[in-house]
Nanobody, 130 residues
C-alpha cells in the first residue's frame, strides 16, 4: 500500500508564494506519475499540475501556467508544488495523487474528466487572503 501526505499549506497574502509538498511512504515505487488537484469551497475538484516518473515531463492547468512549478525528488519520495503570484482564486484544499501509469496516460484520463487515481492524500489547505 502507498500513503501520500501533503504539507506546507497555510495563509498567504495575494501576490505571495507558498511551497507545498507531498511525501510518499509504503510501496512508493508503485507510484509513477503524480498530480496535484485542488478543490475550492463550493466547487468541483480540478487538475492543477502533473509530473512524470523521472521528473522531467510536466503538465499544467492554464490557470496556473507560468505561476506554479511542479517538481519531484525521487530519492526523497517527494513531489513539490511551488506556487508564486498567488491570488484569492487559488484558495483551495490541494490534494496530491499518485498513479501507477505513465504521465501521458494519466493526462489522457484527466482531459476526459476522469480523475480516477490509484492513491490520494488527504489534502492541505491553502488560503490566499489579505
Amino acid at each position: 500500500q502507498v500513503q501520500l501526505m501533503e504539507s506546507g499549506g497555510g495563509l498567504v497574502q495575494p501576490g505571495g508564494s507558498l511551497r507545498i509538498s507531498c511525501v510518499a511512504s509504503g510501496r512508493s515505487a508503485a507510484v509513477n506519475a503524480v498530480a496535484w488537484f485542488r478543490q475550492a469551497p463550493g466547487k468541483e475538484r480540478e487538475f492543477v499540475a502533473g509530473i512524470n516518473g523521472p521528473g522531467h515531463g510536466t503538465y499544467y492547468a492554464d490557470s496556473v501556467k507560468g505561476r506554479f512549478t511542479i517538481s519531484r525528488d525521487n530519492a526523497k519520495n517527494t513531489v513539490t508544488l511551488q506556487m508564486n503570484s498567488l491570488n484569492p482564486e487559488d484558495t483551495a484544499v490541494y490534494y496530491c495523487a499518485g498513479d501507477s501509469q505513465a504521465l501521458y496516460l494519466m493526462m489522457g484520463r484527466i482531459r476526459r474528466g476522469d480523475y480516477t487515481m490509484n492513491y490520494w492524500g488527504k489534502g492541505t489547505l491553502v488560503t490566499v487572503s489579505s
